[in-house]
């Protein structure tokens, strides 16, 4: 023991008074899987926070340095309660007295968590020390309500050309990503946070991913490129992996909103991506077996749905009068066999603004983000999309739309009239413009050029398979020769007059300078 | 479905009647509705349930030495409490009445002591 440390003991004992305050107690009769059983703590809450007394009948000097478990409260029955252990549920043991708290579940938050990654309850597992200060935001908490809302009217830009251009995000809005396993869900949020750093800094959005039930390594991997992107500074990761108890799988999506909203009411803009909401659902499936609460469709309880939409509830666009801070929300859901039908898809479907579906059969044929642009859909984002981007993406929808069911007919149709083949070949150009590089996401502005390039003809004597080639050559040429065009448009989401002159003249001189990828004939 | 005819027995009983007059009309229904077989789980239930009521409602109180009993029920003010010893306690008493632990324990003191020193 060192000096200081003996000193303060001293201290200690020479201020020493000593509190004997009962506490409410109540005893453990059942432990399970997570789930432990207790009886008494009448006076216990929905949701409070219990201290299980794990020291008891040992020497002094063997619980010194013991970390406190931890329980919640989530069932309150005739006789006692019914928690889950937020830690090492083999240290509580049957008849161990249970400590009342008086306090629901919060987690710290503050600037400090800036570029750490964090456990479901806040604390840094990334091994750079512990935060000096944080202000506790409690796990649950209601919604902001109707007169403290907003509706959505800025932009959240994505940096990917099919979601911005098609399925546009408002800040405050809860836009669903579903699609089956390996179709690029993952991939879709993560270019969404490293695009951010696009964003002025004074009104770039702090980002929040949740993990919930991935693999380790995957979440390793995706800080990793966050860290190499240079996103990692205004990204917070809240992990609870597959290794985590269900307890902290269910909790982790609450935390990672309680962290936003400390952010939001500080008046700042957040995106919370949950990574994703069917392992949440599992894990809560099985707590709610484990308290013996009924099953209901597919087992899951009763209230799965208001599991999702209290926590989906919490993304807002605060009104100025709230400082004017927004969470918006990118739940993640993954389907089987790609059925948006099943029970937990069409629950957040229906709570959400929105979704982005992606096609495994998109995805095998080589065109990411493989965005189902017929099933997709933004509810809210249109009002926050940029004039300069509905200006030039208006039609695009349609176009791709017209496109598909052409496609389709094509592989039945010898002979096609002059207008058809035209379309065909327009839209096949289309979806090569929209394809997009893991990891790449595009500034809004050379969003904007590249679909105004490519509506204008600009792409129509490029083989298909150039196009792809033709479009970064492109917006390599707009940001080394007309950057003060790009920061024109990328400043006031406009694309005036002068700015289309601008474009036109950029197309010219492109073709000019590279002959080479315009062989193909019109 | 013990564990609910114990409750039921336990209410019987709470509520005023012989516990004779009460397992005899818990014999009627089980035997109306051809459930006679549950009745020794029920009775373990029942014991269960009211050992557990018991522990609710008993005053305990802990200590370090058994010397030291008496002059612990004294201090803590509940003179007819069930006394155990537990050594790890150091010294003082734990008194648990109706849900409420009062912890005046020398370990308890300590460990406040050494938490506040280490973690300030």
Known sequence: ?522 | MEQEYASVLVRLVESGKTPKEAVAALVAVLKRHGREALLPRVARAFERTASRAALRTQTRITVARAADAAAAQQAAGATDAHVTVDDSLIGGWRLEQNGILTDNSYKRHLLDIYHRATRA
Not at chain 1, 109 to 135: C, Q, W, Y
Not at chain 1, 371 to 393: E, L, P, Y
């Open chain 1, 1 to 522: 023991m060192n000096t200081a440390l003996i000193e303060k003991v001293i201290k200690e004992i020479e201020g020493f008074t000593p509190k004997t305050e009962g506490e409410h107690v109540g005893r453990v009769t059942a432990v399970g899987d997570g789930v432990v059983a207790i009886d008494g703590l009448a006076d216990a809450v929905m949701s409070e926070v219990v201290v299980f007394e794990t020291g008891a009948g040992k020497r002094l000097e063997d619980t010194l340095e013991a970390e406190a478990v931890f329980g919640l409260v989530l069932n309150l029955e005739e006789d006692g309660v019914r928690a889950i252990v937020l830690g090492d549920a083999a240290r509580v043991v049957e008849g161990a007295t249970v400590k009342s708290t008086g306090k629901v579940l919060s987690v710290g938050a503050s600037e400090e968590l800036l570029g750490r990654v964090v456990d479901a309850l806040g604390n840094p597992i990334d091994g750079k020390g512990p935060f000096k200060k944080t202000h506790p935001m409690p796990v649950e908490r209601e919604a902001a309500g109707v007169i403290y809302r907003k509706h959505v009217s800025v932009p959240l830009q994505t940096g990917i050309k099919a979601i911005d251009a098609m399925i546009p995000i408002g800040r405050g809005q809860r836009e669903l990503i579903i699609g089956d396993r390996g179709t690029g869900k993952t991939t879709v949020a993560i270019d969404a946070i490293i695009n951010q750093k696009n964003e002025p800094e004074a009104t770039r959005p702090i980002c929040i991913y949740v993990a919930i039930g991935q693999k380790e390594s995957k979440t390793a991997r995706i800080v990793q490129q966050l860290k190499e992107a240079g996103a990692l500074g205004y990204t917070i990761v809240v992990d609870a992996g597959a290794s985590a108890p269900a307890a902290l799988q269910f909790l982790a999506p609450f935390a990672g909103v309680a962290i936003g909203e400390y952010f939001m009411d500080k008046g700042k803009d957040v995106l919370v991506v949950y990574d994703d909401l069917s392992k949440q659902a599992v894990a809560y499936r099985q707590l709610s077996l484990l308290l013996r609460r009924p099953p209901g469709r597919e087992a899951y309880p009763g209230d799965i749905f208001y599991l999702h939409s209290r926590l989906l509830e919490r993304a807002a666009r605060l009104s100025e009068e709230k400082g004017g801070g927004s969470i918006t929300a990118l739940p993640i859901i993954e389907t089987q066999d790609g059925d948006i039908s099943a029970y937990i898809p069409t629950n957040v479907i229906s709570i959400t603004d929105g979704q982005i579906f992606l096609l495994a059969d998109l995805f095998n044929k080589g065109l990411r983000p493989a965005i189902d642009v017929g099933n997709s859909v933004s509810r809210v984002g249109g009002d926050a999309q940029t004039k300069a981007m509905k200006g030039v993406a208006g039609g695009l929808k349609l176009e791709l739309a017209q496109f598909r069911e052409l496609e389709a007919f094509m592989q039945f149709a010898q002979d096609l009239d002059a207008a058809t083949a035209a379309q065909i070949a327009s839209g096949q150009r289309m979806v090569e413009v929209l394809k997009q590089k893991n990891g790449a996401p595009l500034p809004f502005a050379v969003q904007v050029a590249v679909i105004y390039a490519a509506n204008n003809k600009f792409l129509s004597d490029v083989a298909v398979s150039q196009v792809t080639a033709v479009e970064a050559a492109f917006a390599s040429f707009l940001d080394a020769q007309f950057s003060d065009t790009l920061a024109e448009i990328q400043k006031t989401g406009l694309l005036s007059d002068d700015s289309k002159k601008e474009l036109n003249r950029a197309v010219e001189e492109f073709r000019l300078a590279h002959p080479e990828f315009f062989t193909e004939n019109a």
